[in-house]
């Protein structure tokens, strides 16, 4: 037979128990809540003052605002694990960062090239080997930086490619990078036939140089008679673009080529070319 007296008096025991458990446990309660506000809005002002000091260091926004916002997600779990500890709830705390870790190295596994990129764009932010706009050669690819983000960096080669590097590539290789003097260097390689008066054309070919547009004016212009080739002495003029664009230092290129080729011309200078000898034998005639 069903006792009623005897399940309200369980149900009253039960309550009883509840309550006095709610009223030990209300202190803790109200503290942990209290630690919940208080480093809600520490945790804010971390990720403020993490703000400022990172835009000092980088210039990158996505950086920045990537560390401030980890900094910010950091600070919101240590106060929450804190408040989970004021309720003695160490047990539940520690299942949470057991499976925290095992769900971030599976995670690890899954993903490390997207990490090993994402780290190398954190790198390549602080160290700041190229920028945007850069005239760059990575990877046998030159051009021009259009954007570097946290994954790749976009190259616009020469010839209106789009290359995407991933940022490994870029950080683990050799960067060439053409504008940080903001001016670039034209190596012409001339060829003379021997019987020339060396001195005569080293002058001959300096002053031919020396009004082109676009040299940069702290720079000489420097003459090295390099070989004795099949039908030339070869020579190397070296002269300076005073501008890291690939059209300057195309059109510098350009007109150090006439300039030379109209002074070898005005005093007789012959620029040799291969000669061939072609050795017949007619077939005998009867």
């Known amino acids: 037979m069903f006792d009623l007296n005897k399940a309200i008096e369980l149900i009253d025991?039960?309550?009883?128990?509840?309550?006095?458990?709610?009223?030990?446990?209300?202190?803790?309660?109200?503290?942990?809540?209290?630690?919940?506000?208080?480093?809600?809005?520490?945790?804010?002002?971390?990720?403020?003052?993490?703000?400022?000091?990172?835009?000092?260091?980088?210039?990158?926004?996505?950086?920045?605002?990537?560390?401030?916002?980890?900094?910010?997600?950091?600070?919101?779990?240590?106060?929450f694990f804190t408040a989970l500890s004021i309720l003695k709830l160490d047990k539940a705390v520690t299942s949470i960062l057991a499976g925290a870790g095992i769900f971030g190295l599976a995670l690890a596994f899954a993903f490390q090239d997207i990490a090993s990129n994402f780290i190398s764009g954190i790198f390549i932010s602080?160290?700041?080997?190229?920028?945007?706009?850069?005239?760059?050669?990575?990877?046998?690819?030159?051009?021009?930086?259009?954007?570097?983000?946290?994954?790749?960096?976009?190259?616009?080669?020469?010839?209106?490619?789009?290359?995407i590097i991933p940022n490994k590539d870029v950080f683990q290789n050799p960067v060439e990078n053409y504008s940080i003097l903001g001016k670039r260097r034209l190596d012409l390689k001339v060829g003379v036939s021997y019987d020339s008066n060396l001195e005569k054309v080293a002058q001959i070919a300096v002053d031919a140089l020396k009004n082109i547009e676009g040299l940069a004016p702290e720079e000489k212009i420097t003459l090295f008679y390099e070989e004795f080739g099949d039908s030339s002495i070869n020579f190397t003029v070296r002269l300076w673009?005073?501008?890291?664009?690939?059209?300057?230092?195309?059109?510098?290129?350009?007109?150090?080529?006439?300039?030379?080729?109209?002074?070898?011309?005005?005093?007789?200078?012959n620029v040799p070319f291969p000669v061939r000898t072609l050795d017949i034998n007619w077939p005998k005639t009867m």
């Open 13 to 79: 025991e039960k309550l009883n128990l509840w309550f006095r458990e709610i009223v030990e446990i209300l202190p803790n309660l109200l503290l942990a809540v209290f630690v919940l506000l208080i480093g809600f809005f520490i945790a804010k002002w971390i990720r403020k003052l993490t703000l400022k000091i990172f835009k000092k260091i980088s210039s990158n926004h996505t950086i920045t605002n990537l560390f401030s916002t980890f900094i910010y997600i950091t600070a919101l779990g240590i106060v």
């Open 126 to 163: 602080f160290r700041k080997p190229l920028h945007i706009g850069d005239i760059v050669s990575v990877k046998n690819y030159m051009g021009k930086v259009m954007e570097v983000n946290l994954r790749d960096t976009v190259i616009k080669t020469f010839q209106g490619k789009i290359v």
């Open 241 to 269: 673009c005073n501008s890291a664009e690939q059209i300057d230092y195309l059109t510098v290129g350009h007109n150090a080529i006439v300039s030379i080729k109209k002074a070898f011309d005005l005093h007789k200078i």
